[in-house]
């Protein structure tokens, strides 16, 4: 279903930032890693803080729907797209040092986030060289990988709440857990990240990034899209190995398999649609329930206009 006055937002969405930064009836799948995704109804890439604010605040005053994305590294958005406004945040993508802290905008990647403490010789960001999130994303989801994660890192946060108000939020204050946050329930918009580190040596640094990258490279299935590890990691368990030996590797639905080299993953092998997308999780939910017992808990978000998911 469309906006009802779809003009009227359109012209106040331009009269606060440029023309050419607000795109009507676009696909969202060519902004998404994942390659899945129809279409929003306004697309939205502010320049400025302010812009964003003044978005946020458009969209209350008219009862628009309202969704920030990154760039879907983690993230299935339905066939039916998005209503309302959507905004992606990928002109704030500025990285600098201050003393022994990377501050970081939330659309700069998190991989360039940990080159930059490497060429500043600064140690603790290493875990994040081959997440391929966002930085705001990687907030949103307290971001991890080879026994690192945000969380370990993180000093603050600069962000916009539903309001349109900019507040500084300690690590603490944004209740980071295995894979969570309360970004999403308290509808923060990240806008800038300060990393602690410690000073180290450079090719020490590099050594442990270059082993992670070979890990990540040999073992997980890059030249496909994909949304990265589908499943959390169910206790006691690795979803990748129960998978495995449900015997699914290279099954699926239209475009969509899973992995042949790595079980977790899930890729979009052959233009596959969102509805592919799904219908390959919940074969794998159901059969793994049905071998093992053990019910996958989906790590990956679902976004949209699609059907109700159980």
Do not use: W
């Amino acid at each position: 279903m469309k906006l009802v006055n779809d003009h009227h937002v359109y012209e106040q969405l331009c009269a606060i930032t440029a023309e050419e930064n607000v795109m009507v009836d676009e696909y969202l799948k060519k902004h998404m890693y994942t390659r899945l995704g129809g279409k929003a109804d306004f697309f939205v890439t502010p320049a400025s803080i302010d812009e964003v604010q003044q978005i946020v605040r458009l969209a209350n005053k008219e009862e628009v729907p309202f969704t920030l994305l990154g760039n879907g590294s983690n993230l299935i958005i339905h066939d039916g797209g998005i209503r309302g406004i959507v905004m992606s945040l990928k002109r704030f993508d500025s990285i600098r040092r201050e003393g022994n802290r990377i501050i970081a905008e939330s659309g700069a990647r998190i991989i360039d986030a940990s080159r930059k403490a490497l060429d500043e010789e600064l140690t603790g960001l290493e875990f994040a060289c081959g997440i391929p999130g966002t930085v705001g994303g990687a907030l949103f989801m307290n971001a991890g990988a080879y026994g690192g994660e945000v969380k370990d890192c993180l000093r603050h946060a600069v962000v916009v709440n539903r309001e349109g108000e900019m507040l500084t939020l300690s690590a603490d204050e944004l209740d980071l857990g295995y894979r969570t946050s309360n970004i999403p329930d308290k509808g923060y918009i990240v806008l800038e990240a300060t990393f602690d580190l410690t000073p180290g040596n450079f090719d020490e640094i590099k050594a442990v990034m270059d082993d992670l990258t070979h890990k990540r490279e040999s073992k997980q299935p890059l030249e496909y899209p994909s949304c990265g590890s589908v499943f959390k990691r169910p206790p006691g368990y690795f979803a990748g190995k129960l998978i495995q030996d449900s015997g699914l590797q290279g099954k699926g639905f239209g475009g969509a398999e899973v992995s042949t080299k790595h079980a977790g993953f899930i890729v979009n092998k052959d233009n596959a649609s969102t509805s592919d997308y799904i219908k390959v999780i919940k074969m794998v939910q159901d059969t793994v329930k049905e071998k093992f017992g053990v019910e996958l808990e989906r790590e990956v978000k679902i976004l949209g206009d699609g059907p109700e998911e159980e």
